[in-house]
């Protein structure tokens, strides 16, 4: 289940699934987001997206397609939402893992999302 804020003034919560089948692995223990050790993976639609060694391109890129099945179903708003969470279910380890997501810097038509998962597993988003 996924739920977002459409803003830090409004309490006002909308519901959508993540179905995201994708795997992730647990060594990485690190805080933080993608950055001299992050790589870019395969992008989907308008998303382009960077995972950390902590995170398999597979469950990234599974990540960014619930994104974007939820922006085109009207239930992400990526520029006016603030805060995006869910859980991910990971086949590798057979359980569900929370999945935090929090919009980053917006320029022009281009936004960041920040996402994290499992112990360790960082992703950005980059939603055009």
Same mark, same amino acid.
């Given at each position: 289940?996924?739920?977002?804020?459409?803003?830090?003034?409004?309490?006002?919560?909308?519901?959508?699934?993540?179905?995201?089948?994708?795997?992730?692995?647990?060594?990485?223990?690190?805080?933080?987001?993608?950055? @001299?050790?992050?790589? %870019?993976?395969?992008?989907?639609?308008? !998303?382009?997206?960077? $995972?950390? &060694?902590? *995170? #398999?391109?597979?469950?990234?890129?599974?990540?960014?397609?619930?994104?974007?099945?939820?922006?085109? @179903?009207?239930?992400? %708003?990526?520029?006016?939402?603030?805060? !995006?969470?869910?859980? $991910?279910? &990971?086949? *590798? #380890?057979?359980?569900?893992?929370?999945?935090?997501?929090?919009?980053?810097?917006?320029?022009?038509?281009?936004?960041?999302?920040?996402?994290?998962?499992?112990?360790?597993?960082?992703?950005?988003?980059?939603?055009?």
């Amino acid at each position: 289940m996924l739920r977002r804020n459409r803003s830090a003034r409004t309490s006002r919560k909308l519901t959508a699934l993540i179905a995201v089948a994708g795997s992730v692995s647990l060594l990485g223990a690190g805080v933080g987001t993608p950055s @001299a050790e992050a790589r %870019s993976c395969p992008g989907t639609g308008h !998303i382009t997206i960077e $995972a950390n &060694s902590a *995170t #398999s391109c597979g469950f990234a890129r599974t990540m960014a397609r619930s994104f974007q099945r939820g922006v085109a @179903a009207g239930r992400i %708003s990526p520029f006016s939402d603030d805060y !995006i969470r869910g859980s $991910a279910y &990971s086949p *590798t #380890s057979g359980r569900r893992y929370t999945v935090r997501c929090s919009r980053g810097a917006t320029i022009g038509t281009t936004v960041e999302w920040r996402c994290s998962a499992g112990r360790g597993a960082r992703v950005v988003l980059t939603y055009y």
